[in-house]
Structures are given as C-alpha cells and as structure tokens.
C-alpha cells in the first residue's frame, strides 16, 4: 500500500549561500561566544562546509576494515589512522580458530 501523503513531511535543509560569515575575530552579540577557552575561541562557520578532519579508528577487524574501505571512497579531507594490536589485520578472525578451519 502507498504511503499516505498527509503523512510524508518534506524538508530541505541546506547552507544560505546569501549569508554572511562575521570574522573569526569579530566580537559576538553574545558574550559567552567571546571567552577564551584556554587558547581556543568558539567561532562560527557555515552550517555543511567541508573542512579537513583526522580519523582514528581503533581496531582492524571487520568493523575496521569497513570504515577504511567507506572512508576511501565517500568522505573527501579525510585523514584515516587505524591502530590494531596485533601484527596483522582481521580482529576476532585473526585471533580465533574456529572447528574446520586451520
């Protein structure tokens, strides 16, 4: 049965390309935004803008392996670090042996 359409909410959301982006050192309206947070200040910046960022993941198993794999061909300025305890990659897998399998 199709969906019913009084029930289907519709919403678009997305940055106002009309908007102006007050400098990062320019005082803000409210003072809390003016603080100083032990060398780092609350700045604002477009809601969506693409910035580079630096990933850890912890762990190479499967879940792991995952992220990387969608990390490498869906986020862009992404940085990927992924620490594994072990010598090589496959998590419970590696550690394990299971009945059959040698």
């Known amino acids: ?18 908007a102006t982006i007050p400098e990062s050192t320019a005082p803000h309206e409210n003072a809390w935004y003016n603080r100083d947070f032990s ?3 609350v700045s604002e910046q477009p809601l969506f803008q693409k910035r580079p960022i630096r990933m850890v993941c912890v762990g190479a198993g499967a879940a792991g392996l995952q992220i ?35």
């Not at 049965?1 to 009309?18: E, F, L, Q």
């Not at 992404?78 to 299971?98: A, M, S």
Request: no cysteine; charged share 25%; aromatic share 10%.
């Open 68 to 102: 990387a794999y969608k990390a490498e061909r869906l986020l862009e300025q992404v940085e990927l670090q992924i620490y594994e305890k072990n010598g090589d990659i496959g998590g419970t897998w590696l550690e394990n042996r299971y009945p059959g399998y040698t």
């Open 39 to 41: 060398g780092y200040r």
């Open 1 to 18: 049965m199709p969906p019913d359409p009084t029930r289907i909410v519709t919403i678009s959301s997305g940055p106002d390309p009309t």
